[in-house]
C-alpha cells in the first residue's frame, strides 16, 4: 500500500490501493459462527485481586455462554465460584459468548494459587492421565515421530510429558475415537504403528507423566522442546 501523500496523485493512488486491500480482506475473511448454546468453557490466561471487588479471570470464552450468577469451576485447584460481575472492554454485560475476550469476577478466590488454565462449568474439565488424539505430523518437521518416545504435549496453557503410542487410522477406529472403556482406560484398535513418516491422519494413545486437564475435542499440540536450539530442526 502506498502511504506518500505528498501530491493529490499519490493520495488518489492510496485511496484506490487501500479499497482494493479492504476488499481482498473482506472476500478472504470469513467471520465465524458463535456458538451460543452448549457447556461454557473459559481459556484464562490472567487471574489478579481488585480490593473490595474481588478476583478477576481474564481469558477468551471458547465454547458456551456464561452468564452473571452462573458457578464456575477451577478444575486445576478444585475450588467452585458464583460469577459476580462480567466486563468487555471495561464495559460491564450480563453474558459473554464464544469469542468473546472477557474478564470474569469471582468472590474469595486467592489469585496466588491459580495463575492461567481452564475455568468451565462444573464437571465439563476432567482430569486426565490418558487420551486419544487423533493427529496429522506436520510435513516441516523433519526428526522421527516413533512409537512409546516422549513428546511435550500442550492442551490449553498446559504443556505436559506424555508417552505416545501411534495407530494407522481405519474406518472403525475412526468412528470409535474418542470413546472409553468403563474403567477409564482408553483403548486404540487400530493397527501399529513403529513410527509415523507420512502426513496423513493416524491416532495416538498418550499416557501423561502427570495429570492434566482439559475437554473432548479440544485441540492439541505435539512437540519436542528439549531440542537444541542453535540447530536447525526444520
Known amino acids: 500500500v502506498i502511504a506518500s501523500i505528498k ?10 490501493y487501500i479499497n482494493e486491500f479492504i476488499g481482498d480482506i473482506l472476500n478472504y475473511i470469513q467471520v465465524p459462527i458463535r456458538e451460543t448454546k452448549g457447556p461454557f468453557i473459559f481459556s484464562s490466561d490472567h487471574c489478579f485481586v481488585i480490593k473490595g471487588q474481588g478476583t478477576i479471570l481474564t ?14 469451576e477451577i478444575p486445576a485447584i478444585g475450588e467452585s465460584r458464583k460469577v459476580k460481575s462480567l466486563q468487555i472492554f471495561k464495559k460491564p ?30 464437571g465439563v474439565i476432567l482430569p486426565i492421565e490418558s487420551a486419544i488424539l487423533k493427529l496429522k505430523r506436520i510435513k ?22 506424555g508417552t505416545c503410542i501411534f495407530y494407522e487410522q481405519d474406518k472403525e477406529e475412526a468412528k470409535g475415537s474418542g ?4 474403567k477409564g482406560k482408553p483403548q486404540c484398535s487400530g493397527k501399529y504403528l513403529a513410527k509415523i513418516t507420512d502426513c496423513l491422519p493416524h491416532f495416538a494413545l498418550v499416557d501423561f507423566d502427570n495429570v492434566v486437564y482439559s475437554y473432548q475435542g479440544s485441540m492439541v499440540i505435539g512437540s519436542k522442546l528439549d531440542f537444541d536450539v542453535n540447530i536447525k530442526q526444520c
Open 59 to 72: 481469558g477468551t470464552v471458547l465454547k458456551g455462554p456464561v452468564l452473571l450468577g452462573d458457578a464456575v
Open 140 to 161: 516441516y518437521y523433519k526428526h522421527e515421530v516413533e512409537s512409546k518416545a516422549k513428546f511435550h504435549i500442550t492442551l490449553g496453557h498446559q504443556t505436559a510429558l
Open 7 to 16: 501530491s493529490e496523485e499519490h493520495l488518489e493512488m492510496q485511496r484506490e
Open 93 to 122: 454485560v450480563k453474558v459473554a459468548t464464544q469469542g468473546d475476550r472477557v474478564g470474569i469476577c469471582v468472590p474469595q478466590l486467592d489469585s496466588k494459587e491459580f495463575e492461567r488454565g481452564f475455568v468451565a462449568a462444573p
Open 179 to 182: 470413546k472409553e472403556e468403563k
